[in-house]
């Protein structure tokens, strides 16, 4: 076994911990206490009726139904904190890999889908979708709002790679970026204001960001989309491997370079996409949660780094999630407040590091 | 029976004829140079031929088979490249990239057997990089990423390397160690390489085959001793000032303008520091008197208002003396390169006594001379 094998080991250890820890944490804190004992017992009954229930409906669903309505602790456990838990780590992740095979795309280590504007793209075709063709949210599909953002997030995309054939500088298409996503803010606002009062409500608490409305739905939708996701752009580290040496090699090596561009932004748009219809634009996940795998496991091969960025995204946004929903207990934060704050850093850190070695 | 072959091949961008009638032949294991003036279109024949850009039209053969129409996959595994794009992959360290010439002959996920292993560590050893493989490739210096590069080329494993300029950045030594490393593939391994280089001198030495690139064709083809012949590089560059001796690769500044002021006796060698000198200062001079086969030769007809040869291989004639001396004694004054005076060229010791006997000043430094420049 030689070092960077150890070092693999050794982080994808770290971070399993951080999660198990993350878990435990989350499902620990909160208005209603739940011993940490207690907490695996009713875990392991729940896991058990459910699984049996599957098998037969008959003699065990009562038994699960009187199990989940029964105490407040096997309430709050199964029905908020464990969906909420779980879809934290399902998009955080799903987040991470999509900044991922942005920057693999754009060969730019500062790319992702908040700061080029995708996730806005994402949300002004929810809020429009809403406003306009539902009428009423409470009746949207899960589907179609996935649909929407992905739709967004497609156009957005489009308009950017538009862009990027021109401009070759990384920091001019940024600052693109950032007018569209301006742009697609202008139309999400004008939506708002000519939108129905409870509807605004519904729509604000969303575009805001947060895991707080997270059912076990959510999260089987989500993960449908995301773990499949996951598991493609795993199949293509190799030529996300050579094509990091640019366009020209990636060709004479053998690469159908038009196609596996096509690639990379569908699955890409679609894990962003599915983040922002169930959550709302999460900001700087995208950007620093891969570079920060990267510096952790020293090394950009996209075999290891693909899934250990899904987890350090999975743990990130477990751990933010937290302190949004803690930190200023009973009042919760958005979950972009706290990204913010220590992934913009991160970003400036980047930047300025980039800088130093292009002069 | 021809390896490579390009027939009627017209190549540019978007539907414009940029070059067209390119008609090359190689033998396997030959290296063919391109060059030109800078934008001539020499990377724009490589990337046609490297399939980076679509052909206007006409065909590129390898082994009587059409490049075009080969799968990618096809392509990767008998063509390899070094292009002149920019390579910044993040935290990659050399090994790895040298690695990726692997990628055509690993499966899916690019796992590397151990015969892959020996061939990446065969490529880095050739260009004398197993030192730096653990290294991050953006660490490196141009010179050496540029090995890299060409190691990565060379562990793909295919039987034709095309190189893009690939000498742009290095250093006199890395030079003429990369293409050393490219005659010894062509010659080792009956690699078949096209490449393109500014210098024409190192096209001269490593080619088999060179091509000119000018204008919308291809002015000249053949081997470098035909094509290179006397100031075909001259016309080739459109160069008006200064000159370029093709079989010494020497380049020489424009000549100073005017009068002579100063003649020069030199020979063996020892004249050329003081012409050059002389024409770093702008003094006109004449040289004299210098066997066709002299060393100074050259750079005296490069640089010299006037230059008094006699042929190679007989005495001096007695005419060809009476007109240096004449010319000397006008002029009214001589520099000494310093060059011994010996049986054959007993001439330039006469012209000496001869200055002096008229009262001609004698100098034997440039330094002197160009003080009296100045004044």
Redesign the interface.
Known sequence: MNRRTVRTAAVTALLAALLAAGLILNVNTGAVDIPTGEIFALLGKGLRLRALALLEPDRYGEALTAFLTGSTEARVLCSIRLPRLLLAAVLGGALAVSGLLLQSFF?N?IAGPFVLGISSGAKMLVSVTMIFLLKDISTMNTGVMVLAAFAGSLLVTGVVLLFAQRVRNMSMLLVIGIMVSYLCGAVTDFCVTFADEHNVANLTSWSMGSFSGASWNAVGFSAAICLPCLALAW?L??PI??Y??????A??????VRAFRVCLILLSSLLSACVTAFAGPISFVGIAIPHIT?SLL????P?VVIPLSFLTGAVCCVYCDLLARTAFAPTELAISTVTSVFGAPVVIYMMVKRRG?EQ | MSYFKTENLSVGYRGNILIHGINITLQKGQILTLIGPNGAGKSTILKSITRQLRTISGSVYVQWRDVHRWSAKELASHLAVVLTDRVDPELMTCRELVALGRYPHTNAVGRLTAEDRRKVDEALNLVGGEDLAEQEFSTLSDGQKQRMLLARAICQDTEIIVLDEPTAYLDIRYKVELLDVLRRLAREKGTTILLSLHEIDLAYKVSDQLVCVKGDTISRYGPPEEVLARDAAQRLYDMERGSYDPLFGSVELPRPEGEPKVFVIGGAGYGVPVYRRLQREQVPFAAGILFENDVDTPVANALAAEVFAAPAFEPVSDDAFAAARNAMLCIGAVLDAGCPVGTFNRCNGRLLEAAREAGVPVFTDAAQLAIRNVQ
């Open positions: 060969r280590p199949l580290a190799k491997g050579a990091a040496l640019g366009e020209g090699y060709q004479s090596l053998g690469i159908h990267k020293n090394t950009s091969r075999a070695r």
